[in-house]
């Protein structure tokens, strides 16, 4: 099994390549061979040390047809331009986004036509496909059957993507899977230009010791997975049987709706006051605007199908964060009360 993850040098992309390792099989098959594409080439020197493990670094769509110059069993297809990115600038996201992608499916269209088997082809889209539309308001609970009526370029891209990628495995030129994919948190790293950062960055910079500012009204409710299990739900649609799967609609990944009241709250609780006092609210109209109109309450039947279920607290989700990064807890006070050894 040859597989490819664009956007492979990206948090998300790291951690799915070392799932995927790790498992050492997808679909049933043994993973012989792993390419990671992204803009840079990754840093993780687990990844790059593995006899598995190729990458490449460029513009995608500018890259396409070298790295779909050999066939493809499954394609992990993460990269895109996030959402504060595509308003600022339209073009960088139709080219990012749309032009990439159609680009990516057709180069799969053109491996099947040539002989080797339809290629798995997961695709990373968002519950920002979902928004409140004049004619169509945004239900208080979106279930598997909601129409998608996005109201920013990013999620219009990613459903205009989700129909592509239904159409092409209509065609059977692939077997594609789409995903609709929660706010993830904690990300560890560096802020992103997504106007969802700051459900990261709020706790991840307090915990690094470093101020933070909240942006948004602290009773709003946000839908969110941590990425162990954002990962794991890909993971699991890529493994689902067509008839598993059900359709060749994109499928919500389980959430857990929190406000960010309470999400604090649970930092406060874990972490004490010399953390809380980093924080600062700071509304940002153009922000709350945007996190207003993403749904928070989601009802599924085909994700606890897979096994898919939420996070069962926030708690839960930055005892994960701490886990995984257990350096970037800056603070002596916080790293005594998360039983971290004091820094050397």
């Known amino acids: 099994m040859k597989v490819l993850i664009t956007g492979g ?15 050492g099989t997808l ?63 339209f073009d ?34 968002s519950v920002a496909v979902f928004g409140s539309d004049a004619a169509v308001p945004l239900p208080a609970v979106v279930r598997d059957d909601t129409l998608p009526t996005p109201q920013s370029s990013y999620g219009i891209h990613k459903f205009v993507c989700e129909q592509l990628v239904a159409d092409y495995t209509r065609k059977d030129f692939i077997d594609g899977r789409a995903a609709r994919l929660m706010t993830v948190s904690v990300r560890p790293g560096r802020p992103n230009g997504a106007a969802s950062g700051f459900l990261s960055g709020l706790f991840r910079e307090p915990l690094a010791g470093l101020p933070s500012t909240c942006p948004v009204d602290l009773d709003t409710r946000v839908a969110l997975s941590s990425p162990a299990n954002t990962v794991a739900g890909i993971v ?39 953390v809380m006092g980093l924080i600062t609210h700071v509304p940002d109209a153009a922000i709350a605007g945007i996190v207003a109109g993403w749904p928070s309450r989601f009802e599924s039947v085909r ?14 989700v930055l005892q994960q964060y701490v886990r995984d990064q257990p350096d970037a807890v800056g603070l002596p006070q916080a790293r005594a009360r998360l039983g971290l050894p004091p820094r050397a």
């Not at 994700?303 to 839960?316: E, I, Q």
């Open 92 to 125: 960088l996201g139709l080219h990012a986004n749309l032009d990439t992608t159609r680009c990516l499916l057709d180069a799969c269209r053109a491996q099947t036509l040539g002989g080797h088997r339809p290629p798995l082809f997961f695709f990373s889209s």
């Open 303 to 316: 994700a606890p199908r897979l096994g898919l279920v939420a996070d069962t607290s926030f708690t839960a």
């Open 236 to 274: 699991a649609v890529a493994n689902a049987s067509r008839e598993d799967f059900g359709g060749r609609t994109a499928l919500n990944l389980p959430a857990l709706t929190v406000s960010v009241r309470d999400m604090l709250a649970a930092l406060g609780d874990l972490a004490g006051p010399e």
């Open 9 to 23: 040098a990206g948090f998300l992309g790291t951690r799915l390549a070392h799932t995927l390792l790790q498992a």
């Open 27 to 89: 679909r049933g098959e043994t993973i012989t061979q792993l390419m990671l594409a992204d803009l840079v080439a990754p840093r993780d020197t687990v990844l790059t040390g593995d006899a598995r493990v190729r990458h490449h670094a460029g513009d995608l769509l500018a890259n396409i047809p070298t790295l779909m110059a050999e066939p493809w069993d499954a394609v992990f297809h993460l990269a895109s331009a996030v959402s504060g990115e595509c308003e600022a600038n």
